[in-house]
């Protein structure tokens, strides 16, 4: 076991919210040491669509603000995309009226506007949102981290005793479920389909209430990610043939140019649900503190820089547990 080192924090976990997390505190002027299971490349960051919109995150006031102070980063972040892999683009949000619950996006999203009848055949918003290439994303995040001093360990971490400093993090996602004993979070799994890209350039997210399934289309530069499904509580990261077909076809039915599009690879993810966000101080029993940041669903690159900010905020010592 390493030696306690004063000052030092240990986050774990090096998915979205880990990382994020990790270069908020090696930022402001800590030591930091990110202990993962795996490498980013294969945490269920890697393969989310990663638009920016709030999907599944509670409280919703709390996501709310933690979404906008995320916005704003992401939003600079785009002046540099194949650097950094944030994009901004333009598109449909199916299903989703200008109303008291979307109020406060379109007070922060210049030109956010009820869909024409060419662009969806149903009632939705058109919105130029953040929308993230997670590989990239991921190692630009890993780079700046380590530019910032922060160092990478690859462990697995059964217990918070084992990580020695004074401060530890816990981002270990759907991981907490056992490494905190906490059966509140729990696997909603998503399948994707990568398509080339035949020319798309608008995303499309469309939801189908009476068969219960949430479409997108997410554009990149080479690639498209369509989607998806919300199998609650499958732990099953196999991807499933006939799944893959049906989300083809219902992505195809909205955008015709994708019928035919060559596959270049199936993924699959759990997205760690839990009714609310933890995010919080715990003092352990030996006397040092953990600052818990799990439980953010299908929204972690949402709202991952806000909820970094208040959980690097939480390891100050004036904090209150």
Not at 69 to 94: D, F, I, K, N
Not at 168 to 194: F, H, K, S, W, Y
Not at 232 to 253: F, G, K, M, N, Q
Request: hydrophobic residues 40%; charged residues 25%.
């Amino acid at each position: 076991m390493e030696s306690a080192r004063d000052g030092e924090v240990i986050v774990v976990g090096s998915g979205v919210i880990g990382l994020t997390t990790a270069v908020v505190l090696a930022e402001s002027g800590s030591r930091v040491r990110v202990w993962a299971r795996e490498p980013a490349e294969r945490t269920t960051s890697a393969v989310a669509g990663a638009l920016w919109w709030p999907y599944r995150v509670e409280p919703k006031a709390l996501a709310r603000t933690w979404a906008l102070a995320s916005l704003s980063v992401y939003e600079e972040l785009a002046a540099r995309p194949e650097e950094t892999g944030v994009r901004m683009v333009e598109g449909v949000q199916g299903e989703t009226r200008l109303d008291e619950e979307t109020s406060w996006v379109a007070a922060r999203v210049p030109g956010l506007r009820a869909a024409t009848a060419e662009e969806y055949a149903g009632p939705g918003l058109w919105a130029r949102l953040p929308l993230v290439d997670m590989p990239v994303h991921l190692g630009w995040l890993r780079e700046r981290f380590r530019k910032a001093g922060g160092t990478i360990e690859e462990r697995t971490v059964t217990d918070l005793a084992q990580a020695e400093a004074p401060i530890v993090v816990n981002c270990t996602g759907l991981g907490a479920r056992e490494l905190v004993a906490d059966p509140a979070v729990r696997p909603v799994r998503g399948q994707l389909v990568i398509v080339e890209n035949p020319g798309l350039r608008t995303y499309l997210v469309s939801t189908d209430a009476v068969a219960g399934t949430t479409t997108y289309v997410f554009p990149h530069p080479d690639r498209l990610v369509l989607g998806g499904t919300t199998d609650e509580d499958d732990w099953s990261l196999t991807p499933d043939p006939a799944v893959a077909a049906e989300i083809v076809e219902r992505c195809a039915a909205l955008r015709p140019e994708i019928a035919g599009a060559r596959v270049l690879d199936h993924r699959v993810g759990l997205r760690p649900v839990r009714d609310t966000v933890r995010l919080e101080r715990e003092v352990l029993p030996d006397g040092r503190v953990s600052v818990h940041n799990y439980g953010h669903g299908g929204g972690g690159v949402t709202v991952a820089w806000g909820c970094a900010r208040e959980a690097a905020g939480l390891t100050h010592p004036t904090a209150s547990a």
